[in-house]
């Protein structure tokens, strides 16, 4: 096996094809890489530096492997802004073929010569191929929290599928469901959340259509309180969230005439384990940490006044964290995690106590335009 990892150019999408039937043919039906070399979610565009890039591990002619690249810069105090890149989509023959094995661990190497501050997000547990081979290979991993809010309790009772996993357990949601039992015990644990929290005052919270220059006042005043956040100036949010995507609503948020923050909340795509519900998420926020509670809860009535039935989010900070538990938010198992290179995590040191502090949200990685 002579496995030749290099760019995806447009001759090599009908190998691509190739080999997706054969992974969705042996395995999952959602196993397959970019179509399209050229890529449709942040394509190098003149001099930006947030782009994507695509690779493909080639054996004789036959792509055997395919992983993307998610350039990007974040701000770490005391380094200022440094390049780094998110490994995502990767995937190998070897998961239906014993005989390619070697190829996950060749792309992830492959990856780190192109950028040794390389980081993954995700992954879906510990457990997973990913996680392990990325540890495996000097890697830092944190789990980062996980946190809901139930709007509509007996929907959430009917419809929560993860939770419906034996008879009992169905049963016990659709006596609390049928019977207003479970709203009031769930309506009522929120409520006791939020019962030390008073409303923030003298804030504003108004729909913009794109993020302008306001927004740059924002990330340079709040970029030092964090001990790692990705870059999030005007012109990056641009192109995270152009005008003309209308699937997010971004919220620009002041007090007392004065900007604080902003979020971007929007519906998650459709999942089986959440049923027919209506899923709102916090896609993504910026503030100084004090001023997060007055984030969470602007984010927080705008999805439900778009009648969505549960609201969830991923929040890496404490002070984040903690702006959502204020907020009625419950904190639930999580599979998302952080995984930082040798040669990141060294620049984010002491990366376990520092994991905290860093601002990451379910817009990092390749979270976006809808896998949140």
Known sequence: MAIVIQSYRPEHEPAVEEFNRRLQAAADPNLVFYKTSAPQ?????????????????????????????????????????????????????????????????????????????????????YDHPLPKMLKALGSSLALLPFFFKIVHPSRFLKEMQALRTSAPRRLLMHIGAATGLGWLALRGAQNVKRARWTRSEGVDVSRVPEFSDWADPLWLQAREQYRMAAVRDSATLRRLYPAADRHFTRLRIQRNQ???????????????????????????????????????????????AQKVDLIVSNQSHLAWGHALERCGFFKGPSNFIFAASKKYAEALHPFAENCRTFHITRADGDGLPRNF
């Open 41 to 125: 979610w942040l394509p190098k565009v003149g001099d930006h530096l947030l782009y994507n890039e695509y690779f493909i591990a080639v054996d004789a002619g036959i792509v055997r492997g395919a992983y993307a690249l998610k350039h990007e810069r974040v701000f770490v105090p005391g380094q200022g802004e440094i390049a780094v890149a998110c490994y995502h989509h990767p995937l190998s023959e070897g998961i239906v073929n014993r005989t390619y094995a070697a190829v996950g661990a060749l792309m992830v190497r492959d990856a780190l010569l192109r950028q040794p501050l390389l980081y993954a997000l995700g992954m879906g547990g």
């Open 258 to 304: 004065t900007d604080i923050g902003w979020a971007v909340v929007g519906e998650r795509r459709k999942d089986s384990k959440y049923g027919s519900m209506t899923v709102g998420s916090i896609v993504d926020c910026w503030a100084s940490p004090e001023d997060a509670i007055a984030v969470i809860e602007a984010a927080t009535r705008e999805l439900e």
